[in-house]
């Protein structure tokens, strides 16, 4: 099943993107911001999409405005582009990480037409999409973990524990 917005992760850099009309829809401006180091993020793609339309790319036709949840949850309207849009739009993005993450991009789409091809195919692998939900569960429970795990130490070191008793604890905590 596909979830209808996702993160996905380029070199540690978190890039939005929505399953609309059939094809996956990444936000302009995250790779914008990953390929360029530009303080002023949306200026640089403002003026990115006046000299795509003097080399006569229609952006009106190749970009959408799509509903994608911002870091801290609340949902705006953002410029998007499928797959074959977005790699118009890096072409014209002067950076030494244009190439790699047009490889990365081209690996994304492979991966999804693989899917449809085989369904099972994500199942099998055991990889599961992250939602920004799951995302931000996943960090707080690495935190609570972290936490934990302080605490053990603590007690350990207050109890006189050995490191086979401290291991112990530890994989009872977690659940093992």
């Known amino acids: 099943m596909i979830s209808k917005d996702a993160l996905v992760v380029f070199e540690g850099t978190q890039i939005r993107r929505i399953w609309y009309d059939e094809q996956w ?12 180091d ?3 993020i949306r200026r640089y793609w403002s003026d990115l999409k006046i000299k795509l339309n003097e080399e006569g790319f229609e952006l009106y036709d190749k970009i959408v405005q799509l509903k994608l949840s911002s870091s801290y949850g609340k949902n705006y309207t953002t410029d998007c582009a499928n797959t074959e849009s977005m790699l ?5 993005i002067l950076s030494k990480k244009a190439e790699p993450f047009k490889r ?34 996943e960090t ?5 973990l ?5 605490s053990i130490r603590s007690y350990a070191n207050l109890c006189d524990l050995t490191p086979e008793e401290i291991k112990i604890v530890e994989e009872f905590s977690e659940g093992k």
Not at 25 to 36: A, P, Q
Not at 105 to 130: C, F, M, N, W
Not at 140 to 144: L, Q, W
């Open 25 to 36: 829809h990444f936000s302009v401006v995250d790779i914008v911001g990953t390929l360029t």
């Open 38 to 40: 530009s303080s002023i």
């Open 88 to 92: 118009r739009v890096i072409q014209s």
């Open 104 to 137: 990365w991009l081209a690996k994304v789409r492979y991966e999804r037409v693989q899917e449809i091809e085989d369904p099972d195919l994500e199942l099998r692998s055991g990889e599961t999409v992250v939602t920004q939900e799951n995302y931000l569960n």
């Open 140 to 144: 707080e429970n690495k935190k609570r």
């Open 146 to 150: 972290a936490t934990n795990k302080k």
